[in-house]
């Protein structure tokens, strides 16, 4: 079952979030200067800097159910791509992101991963780049998945014909209504001034806006954390809340 865990975040009158990033208490703090060491044994010639973000980088989450999103800076053009679960994570969601670290402090491209990571990040190795990224503020490049709702969402149901396995299902599920929701909750974020990546909250949030829709937004989150293998399900769930998202999707213009 679904538990209201999570943080809701209200912007200042002149629109400025604040930064969310703590340091890891107790043991999770241990798991994760564990995973560090098992990062520096992977020989990452100019590395710089080891982050966390999102809910690694919070202690006000279910360490159960919460998975861990490295980012890796480099002092090079050429970054190694990284893809193993460090010791101390095994059985956890686990994703490396790696970036030359001009390109990620300068270029346009990287503006809403700079905004998010100054909103939500922890250094846990190397430099500290907090004091070189903007002040988190609720505008556009705080958006992750309502702009690129074309890329994703367009072919969702070939992606899920694609899925040959179970496992291959359910990860597809959790992926794609952890963008639902989020997409839904990205469309009136701004307008609202309150801004959170976490699942109940977001849903919750929609789920006043729109009561009429309640039912669909809180399944989708259900599946955002428990997903399922049945394609039907994915499906159904998906499929009922296709006019929502659409018509939300039309926002964008206004935003």
């Excluded at 890891?24 to 798991?31: D, E, F, G, Q």
């Excluded at 202690?59 to 990284?82: G, K």
């Excluded at 001009?102 to 430099?127: K, V």
């Excluded at 909250?201 to 009561?211: E, K, V």
Aim: net charge negative; with cysteine; hydrophobic share 40%.
């Amino acid at each position: 079952m679904l538990k209201p865990i999570g943080t809701m975040h209200h912007a200042d009158s002149n629109g400025f979030l604040p930064r969310t990033g703590v340091a890891p208490t107790s043991a999770h703090a241990t798991l994760l200067e564990q995973a560090v060491h098992d990062i520096l044994g992977q020989d990452l010639p100019k590395l710089t800097s080891i982050l966390v973000r999102g809910s690694a980088a919070r202690d006000d989450v279910d360490w159960v159910i919460a998975d861990y999103d490295f980012v890796l800076l480099f002092e090079q053009e050429n970054v190694p791509q990284v893809h193993f679960t460090p010791n101390s994570l095994q059985g956890k969601d686990v994703e490396f992101l790696c970036l030359p670290r001009t390109d990620f402090l300068s270029h346009p491209r990287y503006a809403s991963l700079r905004a998010f990571l100054s909103f939500c990040h922890w250094p846990i190795w190397g430099e500290d780049i907090a004091q070189l990224l903007p002040a988190p503020k609720l505008d556009a490049n705080m958006l992750a998945h309502l702009p690129r709702m074309g890329a994703w969402f367009d072919d969702w149901q070939a992606d899920l014909a694609s899925c040959e396995t179970s496992q291959s299902r359910k990860e597809f599920c959790q992926w794609m209504m952890k963008r639902i929701v989020r997409t839904l909750f990205e469309s009136v974020a701004v307008e609202h001034g309150v801004y959170s990546r976490d699942i109940y909250p977001c849903a919750r949030f929609c789920s006043d806006l729109w009561p009429e829709w309640e039912s669909r937004i809180m399944e989708a989150a259900e599946l955002a954390v428990f997903p399922t293998a049945d394609p039907a399900q994915i499906d159904r769930t998906t499929s009922c809340l296709k006019p929502l998202l659409m018509e939300r999707y039309n926002t964008l213009a206004c935003i």
